[in-house]
């Protein structure tokens, strides 16, 4: 019995998306950029975003990449933790799509603020690797 062309059609597409060693290394750029976000490193936060950055909070304000970054190292407020869960990764030729669940604490001078987010990534392969070119975040009921 032959195959539905439609199903066939659906495989070979799912095939062709699937880049493992692609999906591997946006992994590890996000991993980078979450250990940059919590120590507040600049240096590597500026390597792993792009010059366009438009990174968006789960209350809708939008930063450029030095804005983000400067409320990053400022030290105002200090990332206790970010645990990533669920997380999926796409490949789509040099787009990398990251999407998760995250719980992250912050404090900021001595109040912590849980946030628990659904986060979606959006990573650009270029000359210098991996980069970090836009960043949506949905804020979830309180994690029970």
């Known amino acids: 019995m032959k195959a539905p062309a439609t199903f066939i059609l659906s495989a070979a597409l799912a095939l062709a998306g699937s880049n493992p060693k692609a999906e591997g290394e946006v992994k590890a750029a996000m991993e980078a950029f979450r250990k940059a976000y919590m120590s507040g490193d600049k240096a590597a936060l500026d390597k792993l975003t792009t010059a366009d950055l438009s990174y968006t909070h789960s209350n809708g304000k939008i930063e450029t990449k030095a804005e983000f970054i400067a409320a990053t190292t400022s030290g105002k407020t200090k990332v206790e933790a970010m645990d990533i869960s669920d997380a999926t990764v796409r490949v789509h030729g040099n787009t990398g799509l990251f999407q998760a ?44």
């Open 101 to 144: 669940k995250v719980m992250i604490r912050n404090n900021a001078g001595g109040t912590v603020t849980p946030n628990n987010l659904n986060i979606l990534h959006v990573w650009i392969k270029g000359p210098g690797g991996w980069q970090l070119a836009a960043r949506q975040a949905l804020r979830l009921p309180p994690a029970s």
